[in-house]
């Protein structure tokens, strides 16, 4: 049997799977925020990177013509060791702490996506710049499952075609939610719990967003998935942060 919370999850895992498809990113923006609500903040990230693994591979196999292999093999060069460092501050750090860090980085990730547009600067494309995002996004992906403040940051200052930026994202998100799901189940009391009833439905919901998606991407253009997940992410962000601070006013 499925537990009343865990079916508004199943929901919203499945509006992740869309947005990943029709916007090329989102999951864990959209599925985060209300994941660690349910489950609090170290098995909610650990089921938010398993989900994230499972949705990207999916994606990987429609996608990959237009993966950038150069920015692939740079971008995921040092995630082991930014995945590795957010394991160590996910064991240091007070589980209130967590939610606020949580929230903050999917808000910061909003904000980044809306405010960098504007900025004319361009980055310049070299290995150092791409080789610390990817330390930055393994580190934040370990911590929260939302990778998406660097990766966005990058994205918009390097210029990056939007096309090529969607496909290249799906085997980084891969190869970074499994190397932060295999060091964060290593973290005392991360290991969720589940049924198989629950992960068959979780499985069944990436499964039907994804496939749903297609046929959605043509009736809905990219901008307005983008609306979508900025007002779900927002939500839950906010509700997290709240979850916080009443967290350090109890204790």
């Not at 994606?59 to 993966?67: M, S």
């Not at 994804?210 to 043509?218: D, E, K, N, R, Y």
Request: positive net charge.
């Amino acid at each position: 049997m499925l537990s009343a919370e865990f079916i508004p999850l199943a929901a919203v895992v499945l509006l992740g799977a869309v947005m990943q498809r029709v916007a090329g990113m989102g999951f864990a923006l959209v599925v985060a925020p209300f994941t660690v609500l349910l489950f609090g903040p170290l098995q909610g990230v650990v089921i938010v990177n398993a989900c994230g693994v499972v949705c990207a591979a999916t994606l990987w196999a429609i996608t990959r013509e237009r993966i950038d292999r150069r920015r692939l093999l740079r971008l995921a060069l040092l995630t082991p060791v930014g995945a590795a460092a957010g394991v160590g501050v996910l064991m240091i750090v007070d589980p209130a702490a967590l939610y606020l860090v949580i929230g903050v980085t999917v808000l910061v990730a909003l904000a980044a996506t809306l405010g960098l547009q504007r900025v004319a600067y361009i980055l310049p494309d070299g290995w150092t710049t791409t080789s610390l995002t990817g330390l930055a996004t393994g580190a934040l992906v370990s911590i929260s499952g939302v990778g998406g403040p660097p990766l966005t940051a990058y994205a918009l200052l390097t210029r990056w075609e939007q096309r090529s930026f969607a496909a290249t994202m799906q085997p980084l998100t891969v190869i970074i939610s499994s190397i932060a799901l295999i060091a964060g189940v290593l973290v005392p009391g991360a290991a969720p719990e589940l049924s198989v009833v629950e992960v068959t439905v979780l499985l069944a919901s990436i499964g039907i967003g994804s496939a749903i998606a297609v046929p959605v991407g043509g009736l809905v253009s990219a901008r307005v998935a983008r609306v979508l997940v900025i007002v779900v992410a927002a939500l839950g962000a906010v509700s997290i942060l709240v979850r916080g601070v009443m967290a350090f006013a109890g204790g």
